[in-house]
């Protein structure tokens, strides 16, 4: 029901069901749904839902950007359905009290993306898995599967030491200047 009153591109679509509920495997699923290029559903609990909206948000701006359906008590008499952004959305939900099991649908990707912009939100995702405690190895690898993004250019950029600057060259090393 969800997907029909969203009113987004339905033609091809990914249902994760309920999202992890703590740690590693809730951001590496975030990043999923971050990096998906289908539109996205997804169960979430009450207490649960304003974090998670948080957490999507804080991957980047284009995430933050991404057109979202929020879906509660659907065929029920309180029925609400809320349209926007992942920030607008996050921001409704910090507003006032909430109630009752959500659906939320999150648009397709936009294809206006960059590849150096999903290459620059990779690595703030490898960066946060890093300090949440992960191995180098595993956050590249769970980013990578995550995000679409080469993994080898994500790990020669944790090798340089530079995973935390998205500035840095994309190639690793000095070109000695622009071209």
């Keep these: 029901t969800a997907l029909s009153v969203a009113g987004v591109d339905a033609s091809s679509f990914v249902f994760f069901g309920f999202l992890p509920k703590k740690g590693n495997q809730l951001q590496v699923k975030l990043r999923e749904i971050a990096g998906e290029s289908r539109t996205v559903l997804f169960y979430e609990a009450p207490h649960r839902i304003a974090q998670t909206f948080r957490e999507l948000e804080a991957i980047g701006e284009t995430t933050a950007e991404r057109e979202v359906v929020l879906c509660r008590e659907l065929t029920k008499r309180h029925e609400e359905i809320f349209r926007g952004t992942i920030r607008d959305a996050r921001c409704k939900l910090e507003a006032g009290p909430i109630r009752g099991e959500f659906t939320v649908v999150v648009a397709p990707r936009s294809r206006e993306a960059t590849e150096d ?44 030491g530079t995973v935390d600057d998205t500035t840095a060259p994309s190639e690793g090393g000095d070109n000695g200047g622009s071209f």
Excluded at 117 to 135: D, M, N
Excluded at 144 to 158: C, E, F, I, M, P
């Design 117 to 160: 912009e999903r290459f620059a939100e990779a690595c703030l995702a490898v960066q946060e898995l890093i300090t949440q405690g992960s191995s180098p190895s595993h956050a590249v690898k769970s980013t990578a599967k995550a995000t679409g993004v080469s993994r080898s250019r994500l790990y020669r950029r944790v090798l340089d």
